[in-house]
């Protein structure tokens, strides 16, 4: 037989389990909210020694009146500009001394928007912080109650009025994306997106608007999810299409999937296709070849959101907005325009 030491926290079940108590009854005596007896109080205060329990900073923060926990509202947790900022965020508010929760926003449909409030507002909360990336979020913000003060960080090109936001220039970086790509020589530019969303995107109306001032009808925006299948499925189709040279993709892994789909069908990016990507996600540099993409600092865009929460949180009335921009970078997939005869096999059915 095995035996096996239990190397987990203690919790606060564990402490009323081995004093013989209720875990109302430990919470009562580890925040001093509401008096307990000399002898019930001795009992918990043996266990937690013993257990060398550790209360949680909730349990600190409800002793000493102070609220330290800090709401993020999010579409995803995964996808890479979610996750970063995330990530950013949680260092900088676990150096500051607060806890950090998520709520998940499914969809802009009421009944997620509801969902992912409650689970938020029955919190004690010091503060909220919102992702608008996308209208679920946006949704969230017109329900947030006046009383918790409230900062948001976007890549949209202007954020809803009454919130301080922490800005991506993501309109100036596809613009330049774009224009880099016409000024190669490419005699138009598309756009692999993902669609509808993508149309609410700084990336996408930059895009968007570098054509239209150069004199060009934006061809119709090449619809992609957020699977790599979708991406894979849209480079079949460039492929097969020779009046397509050059792509803006609205991430890289639609990018790079698409660049195995041009390779499969002997379409060389970047002599045929020049293909730029967004998000420069590690893998991004040893694709071959190396993919040109912007690079936007998620992880800076969590911290200078903090950072106007904290104001926020010592009383400033006005915060200004903090705004930076995405660098290009330019490496192997981009080329000057050259005529394209070449197509490859269309897909028969994806």
Not at 142 to 147: F, I, N, Q, V
Not at 232 to 248: C, D, H, K, P, S
């Amino acid at each position: 037989m095995r035996i096996t030491k239990d190397t987990r926290q203690p919790v606060i079940a564990d402490v009323a389990r081995l004093a013989g108590v209720s875990v109302p009854t430990v919470s009562r005596v580890l925040t001093g909210n509401i008096p307990v007896s000399e002898g019930l109080r001795a009992r918990v205060e043996a266990a937690v020694k013993e257990l060398n329990y550790r209360p949680s900073s909730v349990a600190r923060a409800l002793r000493s009146g102070e609220r330290t926990m800090i709401a993020i509202f999010a579409a995803s947790t995964s996808a890479y500009g979610y996750a970063n900022t995330l990530a950013g965020i949680e260092e900088v508010a676990q150096a500051a001394g607060y806890t950090v929760v998520i709520s998940a926003v499914r969809s802009r449909e009421e009944a997620d928007v509801k969902a992912a409030l409650e689970v938020a507002l029955q919190q004690q909360l010091a503060g909220i912080i919102v992702l608008d990336f996308d209208p679920s979020a946006a949704e969230v913000l017109k329900h947030l109650p006046a009383s918790i003060p409230t900062v948001a960080a976007s890549g949209f090109p202007t954020g809803q009025p009454g919130y301080p936001y922490a800005f991506i220039d993501e309109y100036a970086a596809g613009r330049e994306a774009t224009e880099h790509l016409l000024k190669l020589g490419h005699k138009t530019v598309h756009h692999l997106g993902l669609f509808p969303l993508t149309q609410f995107s700084g990336r996408y109306q930059g895009w968007h608007d570098a054509l239209t001032d150069a004199g060009i009808t934006p061809p119709a925006v090449l619809e992609a999810s957020r699977t790599a299948r979708s991406g894979y499925e849209q480079g079949l189709r460039i492929a097969a299409n020779a009046v397509i040279t050059a792509v803006f993709c609205s991430n890289d892994g639609l990018a790079v999937a698409a660049l195995r789909a041009l390779h499969e069908n002997g379409i060389r990016v970047p002599e045929d296709v020049s293909i730029i990507g967004w998000d420069n996600q590690p893998f991004s540099e040893f694709t071959w070849p190396a993919l040109s993409t912007v690079a936007p600092d998620f992880k800076d865009l969590g911290i200078r959101a903090f950072n106007l929460l904290k104001q926020r949180l010592a009383g400033e009335e006005k915060v200004p907005d903090s705004i930076t921009g995405p660098v290009l970078l330019q490496r192997e997939s981009t080329a000057k325009a050259a005529s394209r005869t070449k197509t490859g096999s269309a897909p028969d059915k994806v």
